[in-house]
């Protein structure tokens, strides 16, 4: 049954077991009263006099109207009061990807007023999501489509000199082979980044300071401590060479690098830090969004495709770790993840 059938059955059957109950317990009564006698002799025979049978018949009656009108006000009531219901059904069923924007609005104080505010706030979710799915996959043919038309022109330029040269064809068989490889380092990094918005499967033991140490060999200023956590040590070690190779490759000439690995009530600590570039504090956030880089960035290094730290931010989040990063005040960033224990 629908909840408006229900809802008029909960408001209509204790009305009538309620007025059954009130209309039986006096004409039971009636029935069960005696005339006074002697006491002697057989006892009293039970007489239903005419005008008690017109009390019962016009009982049994008023209650039939009574439950009649009882149902129709339940069927009212009951509809009024899932009002707000429909129109949040009708609402929601009518939002798709296209309108997203809409909203359900303020539908009162009661609890349907807080579910539509829940959905609301589940709309904005799915709105922003769709935003960024839309502006990633624009992003990603981009990336993925400039490459290619430069290999179709290096190709095309060589075919179409008649006086070309072996060395000439060579070299653009290198710039095509270079070319090619930076498309696979791009699908590489999205095939990582899917993997880490997937999640993670199976975790096992491992130490950041072990990881920190073999990844920043050499390239960074290390603090180690033993850092032991669980995790997936392939990813683990991608977010953390993401980090040194963000460091390295968006430093000043003669920055400093550093890598300290610790453990900080019970959580294991990853802290990178560099001297590079001042980042506005309004393009913070924007920089662990996939192909998000600041514009000196992409100007000084257009081999890169801005997906390092949208991946560190990715297999952070399947780790259940917190990722936290601030922009130093004489330039670069200091990033902290924290795994759990």
């Not at 129709?72 to 009002?83: D, E, I, M, P, T």
């Not at 930076?182 to 975790?203: H, M, N, P, V």
């Not at 590079?276 to 969004?289: I, M, S």
């Not at 730290?309 to 924290?338: C, E, K, Q, S």
Request: net charge neutral; aromatic share 4%; proline share 6%.
């Amino acid at each position: 049954m629908k909840l408006r059938t229900r809802l008029t059955l909960l408001y209509a059957v204790p009305f009538l077991l309620s007025g059954t109950l009130l209309v039986a317990i006096p004409v039971l009564q009636s029935r069960s009263s005696s005339p006074v006698g002697s006491g002697s002799g057989p006892p009293p025979v039970e007489v239903e006099t005419p005008t008690q049978n017109r009390i019962l018949i016009a009982a049994v009656i008023a209650l039939g109207l009574m439950v009649v009108v009882s149902v129709l006000a339940g069927w009212l009531v009951a509809g009024r009061f899932l009002r707000p219901l429909w129109t949040i059904t009708a609402t929601a069923r009518d939002i798709s990807a296209s309108n997203l924007h809409r909203r359900l609005g303020h539908l009162g104080r009661d609890e349907f007023a807080l579910l539509a505010g829940t959905l609301d706030d589940l709309f904005e979710r799915l709105q922003a999501a769709f935003v960024s799915q839309q502006r990633f996959v624009a992003n990603a043919a981009h990336e993925l489509r400039t490459p290619l038309t430069a290999e179709r022109t290096l190709l095309q330029v060589a075919l179409a000199d008649p006086d070309a040269s072996v060395d000439s064809l060579r070299g653009a068989c290198e710039e095509v082979l270079t070319l090619g490889r930076a498309q696979e380092r791009l699908i590489d990094a999205l095939l990582t980044l899917a993997t880490g918005e997937r999640g993670i499967e199976q975790r096992e033991p491992l130490d950041l300071a072990t990881i920190a140490a073999e990844v920043a060999a050499d390239r960074a200023e290390t603090t180690l401590e033993t850092a032991p956590t669980a995790g997936d040590p392939r990813l683990v070690e991608i977010l953390v060479a993401n980090l040194v190779d963000n460091a390295v490759r968006y430093n000043v000439p003669g920055g400093r690098v550093g890598v300290a690995t610790s453990t900080v009530d019970g959580r294991a600590r990853l802290t990178v830090t560099n001297t590079g570039p001042v980042v506005p504090p309004g393009e913070l956030a924007r920089l662990f969004e996939p192909f998000q880089r600041l514009g000196r960035q992409r100007l000084r290094h257009p081999d890169g495709h801005g997906l390092g730290l949208a991946i560190v931010r990715a297999i952070a989040t399947a780790h259940g770790a917190a990722l936290t990063a601030h922009a130093n005040p004489g330039g670069g960033l200091t990033v902290t993840v924290d795994f759990g224990p």
